[in-house]
């Protein structure tokens, strides 16, 4: 039997710190109502990179989410989701590291309680530190290529820049930094946090993105498995467009039909 | 007092982290744990050694669905 044609996924890898992913996709798993949902999705949207937090053990907790994720084979990506200051960022990366023993890390640094936008100032100085320490560290930040810049030039391995506030749904609401952002890096851009539906994934891949993280948009949307199916499409086909080359906007129309040949009718 | 994840316990001073765990249920092979006395990480290799002060806090971290 003849072997498949070669997807784009398979000719065309996500590469983060040296690590080649077949999926553009990165799944949050907070939200989701139960965890055997959450496998569902995880597999139905070919994910390989997921997020978890780190929080108090609660000895009535039922079901270990550890075990759960290591059933579906993703890679984790600890994240320091709730810190507000560089120290106790930093203190939470080590901790992660600890628990999961991977030295890679989502960090997040919150500014501001109603909109959870990042911390500039405390999340530089957060990676800076954690870079020194050899993390891999991939930082949740605002759609500023000035900062997207910063960030790269003290070692992160990727950038995650938002489309819009985590868990708004707003899709991407200046996708015009997000294409100077794009321009201002060499290193991967994963779009994070904004993402309502399947459309502002793709669009998210179209203005050049690497990948896309979604988390609320799949684990919150009625169907979580439905949504990360659409996701996962949505990623794919957002980057076979954006490699494919688009035809530019006209203000008027370019006729797809020749003329030549046009039959003439008798008036 | 030894404070445990927020809460005042009854672990006596000089009792190790492993002791403070197995108040939570867990053993010092439990997958995904990582913990924290007084703000500093405590490696998993000195959990069976390292002695609470009177007055530590300790943090007992693991995975939660997040991100």
């Known amino acids: 039997m003849a072997s498949p044609a070669p997807t784009q996924a398979d000719t065309d890898p996500l590469t983060i710190a040296g690590c080649a992913m077949c999926s553009r996709l990165l799944l949050g798993t907070g939200g989701f109502p139960s965890l055997e949902l959450m496998a569902e999705a995880i597999r139905a949207s070919g994910s390989e990179l997921v997020t978890v937090a780190l929080r108090r053990v609660d000895p009535q907790a039922r079901g270990s989410l550890i075990d759960v994720l290591a059933d579906t084979g993703v890679r984790l990506l600890p994240n320091t989701a709730g810190c507000h200051t560089a120290r106790d960022a930093v203190l939470t990366a080590k901790l992660a590291r600890e628990a999961f023993a991977t030295d890679w890390i989502k960090l997040e640094v919150i500014g501001d309680e109603d909109t959870l936008l990042p911390d500039a100032p405390e999340l530089l100085r957060a990676a800076e530190e954690l870079v020194d320490e050899g993390f891999t560290v991939l930082p949740y930040t605002t759609d500023d290529p000035v900062l997207a810049r910063r960030l790269q030039d003290v070692g992160c391995a990727a950038v995650m820049p938002l489309g819009a506030p985590i868990g708004s749904g707003m899709g991407i609401r200046n996708p015009y930094n997000l294409a100077l952002l794009r321009q201002a890096v060499r290193v991967p851009v994963v779009l994070d946090a904004g993402i309502g539906t399947a459309s502002d994934a793709a669009l998210a891949m179209e203005l050049g993105c690497d990948a896309v993280m979604a988390a609320s948009a799949i684990s919150r949307a009625e169907d979580p498995v439905r949504m990360a199916r659409a996701m996962r499409h949505a990623v794919e086909a957002g980057r076979l467009a954006s490699t494919a080359g688009r035809i530019p906007r006209r203000l008027y129309a370019t006729a797809s039909t020749p003329d030549e040949g046009l039959a003439e009718f008798p008036t | ?67």
């Open chain 2, 1 to 67: 007092m030894i404070c445990l994840n927020g809460q005042a316990s009854d672990l006596p001073a000089g009792e190790t982290v492993a002791g403070a765990l197995a108040r939570l249920g867990l053993s010092t092979d439990a997958r995904g744990v990582a913990v924290a006395v007084d703000g500093e990480v405590v490696p998993r290799a000195a959990w069976e050694t390292f002695a609470l002060a009177a007055d530590a806090r300790v943090e007992v971290l693991t995975a939660m669905q997040g991100g």
